[in-house]
C-alpha cells in the first residue's frame, strides 16, 4: 500500500543542517545531515545516487557496508518509490549511519524518521528535474561532481588512517625530543600604556604612575587616554572594557612579524623594566608620539610538556600520514595512467586576459 509522507516533524532548514557534521575514527566525517548542501548540488547535477546509493558496473553501492548488517531482504525492502528509483531500508540505514551518534537519536521517533525519508525523496526529486532541465550535462555541473569525487577519495583515505589515539605513545614522544625548541615559550610580558603627545605631560605621567596602584592607572587612562578604557559596562564602546586599562597584551622580547603594532621602542623599554606593577623611567618616543610604559605581569619563559602537547602532536602526525597517503596514491595513480601535457598551452598569450592576470608582468 502507498501512503502520502506527512510533515508532521519537518525538517530542518538546509542552512541549519548545513551547520551539522559528524565525526567517525578521529577524522571529520559528514554525515547526512551536514552534507545537505552538497546532497542538493550533486542532485542538480542529477546524481540521485548520492542520495540513493546506486551501484557501479561491476562495483557495490556506497551503503553496502551498513547494508550488510542488515539482511539481504531487510536491505532491499523499499520505502519509497520516486518515478523509476527507489530509496530502500539499506540506503536509509546508510543515511543515519553516516550521523553523529548525537544527531542520530534525533530520529528515534517516528516523525523524525519519516521527516529524514522526506528529505531523501526530495534530494530524488530534485534530481530527477536537474536531468530533466539537462543540468547534469553543463560543464560547471560536470566540473562540481568531478570535485565531488574528488573529495569523496580524499575523505575515504583519510577515513582509512588510524585514529589519534592509536597513534603510538613512543612515536609521539619521539616527535616531541626532535621538535623540543617548538615547543619552547619564550618568557612574555604583559604591557600597558597611555600615549599622549606632550611631552612634558609625558614626565608628570611617569612620575605619578612610577607608584601607582592598578586603580589609580585606571583612573590615569581614563583622564588621558580615554579611548584606551572604556566606561565600566559600556557594551557599545568601540573599545570595550579591558582587565588591565590601555593594555596591549602579552609580548614577546622579539616582534612576531616585522609590521607588529607595537612600537620597537615600546617592547624594549618593556623588558627592561625591573619587576611587575613599575614604569618604565621615562617616556618612550615612538611614531612622534610619547609612551608612558607600565609593566603588569610577567610569564616565565618555559617548556611546555609532552602532556600539554599530546594532542597537537598527534594531530600533527596524522596530517603528515595523510599527506604521505595521498602523495602515494597520485603516484600509484600516475604511474597507471597516461598523462600528456601540452606546455604551450599554458603560454601567456594564449589565455583570456583575465585568466592570465592584468597585473601580471
Known sequence: MTSRM??????????????????????????????????AAVALAGLAGVACARSEPGGEPEDAGVARALSPEHAAQVLARVGDRSITLG?????????????????????????LLDEMINVEL????????????????????????????????????????????????????????????????????????????????????????????????????PQAASPPGDKASPAPGAAVPGDLGYLAAQAPQPNDPVPAAVRDAAFAIASAGEVYPSPVAAGGRQHVVRLVEVREARQRSLAEVDTLIRGRLLDAREAQARRELLEQLRATTTIEVEPAALDRGALPSSAAGAGAP
Open 91 to 115: 540506503q536509509y540505514a546508510a543515511a543515519l549511519e553516516r550521523m553523529d551518534p548525537f544527531e542520530r537519536m534525533r530520529y528515534q521517533t517516528e516523525d523524525r524518521r519519516q521527516a
Open 126 to 225: 530534485l534530481s530527477r528535474e536537474a536531468e530533466r532541465r539537462g543540468l547534469d550535462r553543463r560543464p560547471e555541473t560536470v566540473e562540481l561532481v568531478r570535485q565531488f569525487r574528488r573529495d569523496e577519495v580524499l575523505a575515504r583515505l583519510r577515513g582509512s588512517l588510524p585514529g589519534p589515539s592509536s597513534l603510538p605513545a613512543a612515536e609521539v614522544s619521539q616527535y616531541y625530543q626532535e621538535h623540543r625548541a617548538e615547543f619552547f615559550e619564550p618568557e612574555l610580558r604583559r604591557v600597558a600604556e597611555v600615549v599622549v603627545d606632550d611631552p612634558a605631560l609625558a614626565r608628570e605621567l611617569v612620575r605619578q604612575a612610577a607608584a601607582a596602584s592598578p586603580e589609580r592607572w585606571l583612573e590615569l587612562v581614563r583622564k588621558y587616554a
Open 6 to 39: 506527512t510533515n508532521s516533524a519537518a525538517p530542518e532548514p538546509p542552512e541549519r543542517l548545513a551547520r551539522r557534521r559528524c565525526t567517525g575514527s578521529g577524522h571529520p566525517r559528514v554525515g547526512w545531515a551536514g552534507r545537505w548542501p552538497t546532497l
